[in-house]
């Protein structure tokens, strides 16, 4: 059986076998995108901004957060967003995706330090919760993620778990 190596847009693509009749078979691999959330759970009561308040939210966030509207709404801050399909004029488009997951977590550590102390633990005070969301897509692969120590760091001063999710 010979192979084949079948691009398939932007998605990395291994050897697959050529069928008798010369018909190829492809399979996308790899996670597709990334993105990682701060959450702000209010409960019943819509929180609105509440949970901006709090942790001080500047400016330049504003594009990223979504306040709490209805009952059971969380209101969320994107720490960071990655997608491949934005990379591929790179040379090693999954090392650049890898790297700028890298920064986006390191970066996301920075600014969960520089909270205002003592502000999780006023959210959490009220009876609400707050954690980490790490969301994807995954295309018929393993999932491997190396999250970096300062941002583990930083989510445990602030006692936030984390949530990984792909494919939801």
């Given at each position: 059986m010979e192979t084949a190596i079948v691009p398939v847009g932007p998605a990395p693509v291994y050897s697959t076998p050529v069928g008798r009749q010369g018909a190829t078979v492809s399979m996308e691999i790899g996670l597709r995108w990334m993105r990682a959330s701060l959450r702000g759970h209010?409960?019943?009561?819509?929180?609105?901004?509440?949970?901006?308040?709090?942790?001080?939210?500047?400016?330049?966030?504003?594009?990223?957060?979504?306040?709490?509207?209805?009952?059971?709404q969380s209101a969320n801050v994107e720490l960071f967003a990655v997608d491949m399909a934005e990379l591929q004029a790179h040379e090693e488009p999954s090392e650049a995706f890898a790297a700028r997951i890298e920064q986006g977590f390191l970066h996301a550590a920075e600014w969960l330090d520089s909270r205002p102390p003592g502000a999780f633990d006023l959210w959490r005070g009220q009876g609400r919760k707050a954690d980490i969301f790490i969301g994807g897509w995954l295309s018929n692969e393993q999932f491997d993620l190396m999250l970096p120590a300062p941002f583990l760091m930083a989510c445990g001063r602030a006692g936030l778990p984390i949530y990984i999710c792909t494919n939801d």
């Open positions: 209010g409960g019943e009561s819509p929180s609105g901004a509440a949970f901006f308040d709090l942790l001080a939210l500047e400016p330049g966030w504003a594009s990223r957060a979504t306040r709490s509207d209805s009952a059971w």
